[in-house]
T-cell receptor, first 115, second 114 residues
Framework: AQSVAQPEDQVNVAEGNPLTVKCTYSVSGNPYLFWYVQYPNRGLQFLLKYITGDNLVKGSYGFEAEFNKSQTSFHLKKPSALVSDSALYFCAVRERNTGFQKLVFGTGTRLLVSP | DVKVTQSSRYLVKRTGEKVFLECVQDMDHENMFWYRQDPGLGLRLIYFSYDVKMKEKGDIPEGYSVSREKKERFSLILESASTNQTSMYLC?????????????FGEGSWLTVV
């Protein structure tokens, strides 16, 4: 069965510093990996996804994520955090296969960027 | 841009009431989903639909049903609301069943059952 772990409930970073939100996954085959962001009282917004190819994926709002197959990780990164990046971030995994494959979410990591 | 619209953002219902949550997408997507979001539990799939009049159970279908009479519309029904169904409900859609397709979410419906 697929699973996702986001080991940190909250990440605190000062504005202008680099940020990392961690994600590890478990699938029986090859994964598709996704990051979403949720602002207060809003739905989830798609940030980026890894399908194939380059292990470094660039997404919206200056975010990027690095796929590491040996460590089964897909950490979200940004070189310089903004206060407006403060939100709840979800990592999700889907097994690469035919037919319907469920998208499994982590429990979320709250990012707090201080001025 | 994909738009998934959930018509009711905030609802308060009484225990035992029948509740309808409506969702519409405007991108001709085949797949539609209903998730429930609770603190510390992440998102859990309630039901999904891959075609008109087709539905499949997700992880937590008990106490819920769905309806998809038109491709663009997917409704979640709580036949008899209970307090443990107080939650944030998220509708979503994707183009096809292909695993690499992005799932797009609506703004969410906050349901409180009293």
């Amino acid at each position: 069965a697929q699973s996702v772990a986001q080991p940190e409930d909250q990440v605190n970073v000062a504005e202008g510093n680099p940020l990392t939100v961690k994600c590890t996954y478990s699938v029986s085959g090859n994964p598709y990996l996704f990051w979403y962001v949720q602002y207060p009282n809003r739905g989830l917004q798609f940030l980026l996804k890894y399908i194939t190819g380059d292990n470094l994926v660039k997404g919206s709002y200056g975010f990027e994520a690095e796929f590491n197959k040996s460590q089964t990780s897909f950490h979200l990164k940004k070189p310089s955090a903004l206060v407006s990046d403060s939100a709840l971030y979800f990592c999700a995994v889907r097994e690469r296969n035919t037919g319907f494959q469920k998208l499994v979410f982590g429990t979320g990591t709250r990012l707090l960027v201080s001025p | 841009d994909v738009k998934v619209t959930q018509s009711s953002r905030y609802l308060v219902k009484r225990t035992g009431e029948k509740v309808f949550l409506e969702c519409v997408q405007d991108m001709d997507h085949e797949n539609m989903f209903w998730y429930r979001q609770d603190p510390g539990l992440g998102l859990r799939l309630i039901y999904f639909s891959y075609d008109v009049k087709m539905k499949e159970k997700g992880d937590i279908p008990e106490g819920y049903s769905v309806s998809r009479e038109k491709k663009e519309r997917f409704s979640l029904i709580l036949e008899s609301a209970s307090t443990n169904q107080t939650s944030m409900y998220l509708c979503a859609s994707s183009l096809t069943q292909a695993s690499g397709n992005t799932i797009y979410f609506g703004e969410g419906s906050w349901l409180t059952v009293v």
